[in-house]
């Protein structure tokens, strides 16, 4: 696989707590010259990007996040300014204490608030695998699927660990067809990214790909 097919698969990311309008300019022109599948941004530059890509490169961005503990209603609210400042994607972080909790039905009803506020959009459900054990990631798998969402999403990169061999494969073995795969935080090689693709991961989150495109 060349570095062209894997940048097709790659979510430009910047969601530094510090990034700046110039840096998301900048994002956006590497992903435009770099035919990313997207940029992933914080909520508060989705109008920036949406104006300057003009549907050129698709808009990603993020809900809840990174922790995942606010309101359902904030989070559906969140979504509907998103796609309404245009956004094309939407990246949700999960309750995740809600789900160590045992409450699946308030873990679903969370889900469903953000599917429902963008239908018609892509949803991905971050579910940050690092903080749950292997039965709870099965279970997510389950939950993510029954909940109509598009892709199920490793982590946010912004807790203890990120994406890995051996959540991936969890996944692979336990999501459905009409469920795929988001591999995301820490990929930061070719050899990392094409893993993970083979292992059946049809998204990547990262920032590194593009750089590493930069270098070559």
Known sequence: MNINEILSYCDHTLLLQTATKDEII????DALKYKTASVCIPPCYVRLASDYLKG????????????GNTTSECKAFETKQA????????????NIGALRDGDIEYVKNDIFAVRNASIGKVLKVIIETCLLTDDEKRLMCKIVAECKADFIKTSTGFSKGGATVEDVKIFAENCPETLKIKAAGGISSIADAEEFINLGATRLGTSRIVKIAKEM
């Open 56 to 67: 050129r490169v698709k808009v990603c961005t993020v809900i809840g996040f990174p922790n």
């Open 83 to 94: 796609i309404e400042n245009g956004a094309d994607e939407i990246d949700m972080v999960i």
């Open 26 to 29: 900048a994002l956006c022109d």
